[in-house]
């Protein structure tokens, strides 16, 4: 089965960090664009983080950026999600998917792969 595998989720306080993992299970990263979403009871799917392959570009949601960072080791098959000075707005369940094209596109339903998510809480 091809899918991500997310890790590094859990709580944390208002203003401290976090660092998300997602490794590629039955496939090698290379070649495809890994963006990171994440998905809030109530709220719609948002892509909050996106990186190429190739080019190594990458694109943050307005919303996160500035603290977030993206990076990826494809000789680990790894997208990190590196999340600082963490928000109540930042809890969710974050997913990582892949872009066969090696494009950053907005829409959820241009990715494949997704796993299970990691949850990220965030208290006050």
């Known amino acids: 089965q091809l899918l991500f595998v997310e890790s590094g989720g859990g709580t944390v306080h208002a203003g401290e960090s976090l660092r998300l993992s997602c490794v590629a299970s039955?496939?090698?990263?290379?070649?495809?664009?890994v963006g990171w979403f994440r998905q809030a009871p109530g709220h719609l799917r948002e892509q909050v983080a996106c990186?190429?392959?190739?080019?190594?570009?990458?694109s943050y949601a307005d919303s996160v950026k500035g603290r977030f960072t993206i990076s990826r080791d494809n000789t680990k098959d790894t997208v990190y999600l590196q999340m600082e000075s963490v928000k109540a707005e930042d809890a969710a369940v974050y997913h990582c998917a892949a872009q066969r094209w090696d494009l950053c596109l907005p829409d959820y339903n241009d990715y494949a792969y997704w796993g299970q998510g990691a949850h990220v809480t965030v208290s006050l």
């Open positions: 039955g496939f090698a990263l290379g070649g495809y664009a």
């Open positions: 990186i190429t392959d190739r080019a190594g570009s990458t």
